[in-house]
């Protein structure tokens, strides 16, 4: 963590500093970024834009930082999250774990998806990976793919970064190029990219269908969690779902509309293996889970335990 | 994946809980409208006017005042039909407009429509309630108390009054009618008066009088005429008698020279026929060997001699004048017992004249009264008759003169004191009104703009179902749910939420407090606001 980032977080803490969800500034990646188009035949492959990318380095799981996003919960209750993104993983393991038998098909491609913006569709699918990465045996690549607001990459620090769109532009780039790894060894982030106008259109071409299959065979032993953009809103979140095999529907608790979820799960191939997940959830008393709502306490970024109570 | 458990008790909480999370999101919403309602609401309690009562008791006489009405049905029994009625009766009649029109109602009405219209809420607003011992109560609800009280004395007014004129009407017909009555039976009166005495007058000598009864009158006026008949034959027997003695048409004593004959001549005549009689008489008893009848029969030979001499040598005796103005008068005639005898006959001629007379006039008397066998008694019954009518009539005539003094004297008591209908309480209207209950208002609109805003809130979740728990994800999708993520907040979100709620909670607070404020100025505030909008009084 840089000393900027130690001063910005004791002015938040001191309260004097109100802060928006601006980010920091990117994390010191090995990415030297030159607009220098003059530099020709550089071994080094270039990004769509003429940037030239060396391979990435490592990016840092900031989890101080994920945690006052709200992306990662907070240290208390560390435990208890990690404890309900292991029961979302289960399932989907097995469903991974069981793919020589013909059952579910690119079952490693898991793509968390949602009806709506806004509903924790990111948030999942970086608590998700995590836990994934925490498994042994199992490497996890996290896709941006929401590449119109790629908030995956911006949580990372990655939004400089190129990534998909990037990969799906230039032929001559290759994901392990553009993969960023992260100091878990066993996850590692495909960035959003370079942004692009007609990005939607790309997603839904024929390039990223051999570019999925393309990931799914060189990378069968890796789960790809994809973060997507948003089903009743883009058109390639459905094409995505087409080619993953298994999706995870992020519906936001006492918000999304049911015929939003339903008019979205219409949109999916029912053929897929398609999981329901009930996000930002309250408790009610009398369920079986533990549980709590708990959120951030001003002063000292301590939780706030208020409800113990149980989980619906 | 069923987490519902048997007990429906827990259920039905959970799903109450469940409802609730999903209308909570809508909270904003049901406040503002909240508000809406209970401003408004309060503006309008401020707004109402006062609303005054009138009420009046009255005793009705039902059973005559709705009679009338009924035209022959019967009056019901039961109270509230009573109540029914007597509430047609007083309002459905013109009365009520002419009590309208009276207290200046229909100054408030622009056009005939609109003063239709204004009656009928007239009609509903008057109030008839009670019946039991023929006791109303009148009541008229208005924002203008003189007004209220004014229509409700109006309305008792002429109601009043128009019962006392069917009153009067009444008791002048039924005048009318015993006036009428006692006319025509004083005529008749008259009729048989008149009657009676040309009937008396008629009939003047066959009236009962000191007579008595008619057959009594004939009974006796036939015994007189027998008795009198017997005393004429008895005289004219003895006149006869008498007459022969004198006349001598008797040969008792000799030969004699008719016509001749001395009054001595005749005289011997007539003792010698008593002494002939004397001697029958005694023959029948005795012998001739009998002294007794050889004495008579001497007699009578010295009489017959006595006879023969006078005969043949008539004495010169005075003659006076006796039949046919001429008397001779002989020694017969100074004979005493031939004056006697003559005396006799003189009184009984006489008698017998008298007798003839009363013998023909009781004979016509008698013929008379037989003539009259057929008519006195039927006069007798035409006059029992007349007298009987004259009676009737007259017991009638008392009688209705009597009615008409009663009349009278009910109808002087009548107008002083009302039978059919007397108002016990006059119309009263207590200052303080009896609507609008401003508190009671106040309240009400509190909560009906909680129950408003919680109405919305319920509204607008229904229009908008969400997902608040797994089951339900379950239930309505019907896709495996994997699980469910708590709730995290970040600094700055939690911050907002606390604002939010802060926010919320402020204007939960806040309403309350204008609550309190607007009951608090209830007293000062009501005119004030009105006087400010310059409201009208409601109708």
Known sequence: ?312 | MNLNSANPIYELCRAALIQLRGLWRYRVHGLAFAWILCVGGWTTVYLLSDVYEARARVYVDTDSVLKPLLGGMAVPTDVIGQVRLMTEALLSGPQLEEAARETGLHLRAQSPREFEALLNALRLKISIEGGRDNLYTISYVDSDRAFAQRLVQTLLDSFMEETLDENREDSTNAERFLDQQIASYAQRLDDAESQLAEFKKANVGLMPGNRGDYYTRLQNAMRDLEETRAAYRIARNRRDVLQQQLEGERPTWGIMQRGQASAAERQLQSQLESYQQQLDVLLLQYTEMHPDVMAIREVMADLENRLAEQRRNPTSAPQLQFDEGVVTLNSLDLNPVYQRTKIALKDTEVELVALQGKLAKEKADVDELQRMVNVIPEIEAQLAALNRDYDVNRSQHTALLKKLEILRLSQDMGESDNDKFRIIDPPNVPLKPVAPDRRLLLVTVLVAGLIGGFGLMFFLHQLNPIFSTRQQLWDVVGLPVLGAISLMRTATQQLTFRKQSTMFGAGVVMLLLFYGLALMFLETGVPWVQSALAAEPAL
Not at chain 1, 28 to 38: G, K, L, Q
């Open chain 1, 1 to 312: 963590m840089s000393i900027i980032e130690k001063a910005l977080q004791k002015l938040q803490d001191a309260g004097r500093v109100t802060p928006a969800i601006r980010l920091p500034p990117p994390p010191e990646i090995d990415v030297e970024v030159t607009r220098d188009e003059e530099i020709q035949g550089s071994s080094q492959p270039r990004s769509s834009d003429g940037r030239a990318v060396t391979r990435p380095g490592r990016v840092a799981i900031d989890l101080v930082r994920m945690r006052s996003l709200g992306v990662v919960a907070p240290e208390a209750f560390a435990a208890h999250a990690e404890d309900e993104y292991r029961r979302l993983k289960w399932p989907l393991l097995n469903n991974v774990m069981r793919q020589d038998s013909v059952e579910v098909p690119g079952a490693n491609l898991i793509m968390v998806a949602s009806s709506l913006p806004g509903e924790g569709k990111t948030t999942t699918a970086v608590n998700l990976a995590m836990s994934f990465a925490r498994e042994r045996d199992c490497t996890v690549l996290l896709v941006d793919a929401d590449v119109a607001k790629p908030h995956l990459s911006e949580i990372f620090g990655l939004q400089s970064q190129a990534g998909l769109i990037d990969v799906l532009l230039d032929d001559q780039l290759d994901v392990s190029d553009v993969l960023v790894r992260t100091d878990n060894d066993a996850l590692r982030i495909l960035a959003a990219g370079s942004p692009y106008r007609s990005a939607p259109e790309l997603l839904a071409s024929n390039r990223m269908k051999m570019l999925i299959r393309e990931l799914a065979e060189r990378y069968s032993d890796r789960i790809m969690v994809f973060d997507s953009p948003p089903l009743l809103e883009t058109n390639e979140a459905q094409v995505l779902a087409g080619l993953v095999g298994q999706i995870v529907l992020v519906v936001q608790a006492d918000k999304t509309p049911q015929p939003a979820v339903l008019e979205a799960v219409g949109l999916l191939d029912t053929t897929k293996a398609i999981n329901l997940v009930l996000n930002q959830g309250r408790t009610l008393p009398g369920s079986h889970y533990h549980g709590g709502y708990y959120g951030y306490n001003k002063t000292d970024g301590k939780s706030d335990r208020r409800y113990p109570g149980n989980w619906t």
